[in-house]
């Protein structure tokens, strides 16, 4: 995806003046800022130092004479989008601006890699999304050991992990489904206690809630604990606990995670967008992307995956829907966060369109399909005291596109100008970009 070049110079001039005045005063469009408010038509957004000063209606707010005023008429202003599950590969980082990604959460990888690839980031040896990262996930005898180091066999060498990774400087912590319930009672109660929020895999959700977890990653968990309940196989052979749940079974279990209020991260594109009819599409688009000269530093595995046929149906989607649909009506909230990195099949950035897009296909309205994307998303990694809204206070990050997402959240895509941390970013892509911090570590096993 390659923004007109009238757009790519209107951006780097605004940049220019940026750095001279440090203010920026974006006028004219339709604000839909995360909260979830109704849209706020003719908004007027004043940012200074990174960080948004006032929001309001045009000719009701003030800002200082003189300062630079960007016209988005006709435009919808989104806060910068969040993709809060990802596995970070070395060419993915350019990736994610373009489409208007501004913040990315890695939860599992090489941890010092990781680290690294966070601070050249976060001082700007490298361009790119905001990044938090969680290091190697904490994995246990349920599964394989690992070579990696995150493999603990005892709650104590839980803690142990846990605190390794709190002094390395995580943002989070990952859990895998191989841990027991004594290693993930011991994970939560180490994190609590260096304040780090604990994210991931779980065997049965119900049984991590009650030790505090509060993030379901994809929905196998959720049928594992009715299955369990009901005296039922949790891993039935020849299909998924989700074909195997029965959804009459849902509304006790939906009643207490929303009482408790835990976050679901589907992850719908990677695994259920071949019980879908949108696949077909996403596929030829992903041929017209992998075709763009700009994008020559992606290796060509990788482009030969985005275009590759999904293979066979994952059976269970209609459970997952309804599921999903309940959750997010009883008051729930359901992330848009996409795997990127577990699988080479995911576009990076491009996918979480394809997220919101599932979510409001199965009923979910696109305001909520939104906050997933953005303020739901930096609530679950703790960030949301500076990202996922437009509001005063917090970083400047906007995400400014063509079309009404609230009628047809499929206009996400159509991304005009990117703004982060106040800067306008110039989203063109560099043929010839290379990794600022080289990986030369294997890619950490297994990461989902």
């Known amino acids: 995806m390659r923004l007109p070049v009238i757009f790519v110079s209107a951006f780097l001039a605004f940049s220019c003046v940026y750095a001279q005045s440090n203010v920026l005063v974006f006028e004219g469009g339709t604000l839909i800022d995360g909260t979830g408010k109704p849209p706020l038509a003719n908004a007027v957004i004043v940012t200074e130092g990174g960080r948004v000063k006032a929001v309001g209606v045009k000719?009701?707010?003030?800002?200082?004479?003189?300062?630079?005023?960007i016209s988005l008429n006709g435009r919808t202003i989104l806060p910068g989008l969040i993709d809060g599950h990802v596995h970070l590969r070395d060419y993915q980082v350019p990736m994610f601006l373009p489409w208007g990604v501004t913040t990315i959460a890695d939860i599992h990888n090489d941890t010092a890699w990781s680290i690294a690839e966070r601070e050249a980031l976060k001082s700007g040896k490298m361009k790119g999304p905001r990044l938090f990262v969680s290091g190697a996930r904490v994995t246990g005898p349920l599964g394989p050991p690992t070579t990696d180091g995150s493999y603990v066999r005892t709650p104590e060498e839980a803690r142990a992990y846990v605190r390794q990774l709190a002094e390395a400087g995580v943002d989070h912590i990952k859990v895998d489904l191989t841990i027991t319930d004594d290693q993930l009672r011991a994970v939560i109660e180490e994190a609590a206690a260096v304040h780090l929020?604990?994210?991931g895999h779980t065997q049965n959700i119900q049984k991590a809630v009650e030790m505090g977890f509060k993030h379901m990653e994809h929905i196998d968990t959720m049928a594992r604990a009715i299955l369990e309940q009901t005296g039922q196989d949790p891993h039935p052979k020849g299909t998924t606990?989700?074909?195997?749940?029965?959804?009459?079974?849902?509304p006790p279990l939906i009643q207490y995670l929303v009482s408790q209020g835990v976050y679901v991260n589907p992850t719908l594109y990677l695994m259920w967008a071949r019980g879908t009819d949108r696949w077909h599409d996403w596929t030829a688009q992903a041929a017209v992307i992998a075709k763009d000269p700009g994008l020559a530093f992606v290796p060509a595995d990788a482009k030969a995956?985005?275009?590759?046929?999904?293979?066979?149906e994952r059976p269970g989607y209609a459970h997952v829907a309804e599921f999903l649909r309940k959750y997010s009506e009883a008051g729930g909230k359901v992330l848009a966060a996409t795997d990127t990195g577990c699988c080479a099949q995911i576009v990076p950035g491009l996918s979480l369109h394809y997220e919101m897009q599932m979510l409001t296909d199965l009923g979910i309205p696109p305001m909520k399909a939104i906050q997933g994307a953005t303020l739901w998303a930096a609530e679950v990694l703790g960030q949301d005291k500076d990202l996922g809204s437009v509001e005063p206070g917090k970083f400047a990050d906007l995400t400014v596109i063509e079309g009404n997402p609230l009628t047809d959240i499929g206009t996400t895509k159509n991304v005009r100008m990117v703004v982060k941390g106040g800067e306008i970013m110039d989203t063109t892509y560099d043929p010839h970009w290379v990794n600022a911090v080289p990986r030369r570590l294997a890619p950490a096993r297994g990461a989902r």
């Open 305 to 312: 995956a985005w275009v590759a046929p999904p293979g066979p």
């Open 197 to 199: 929020r604990v994210l």
């Open 241 to 250: 606990p989700e074909a195997m749940v029965d959804p009459k079974l849902f």
């Open 59 to 69: 000719g009701r707010i003030s800002y200082p004479a003189g300062t630079k005023v």
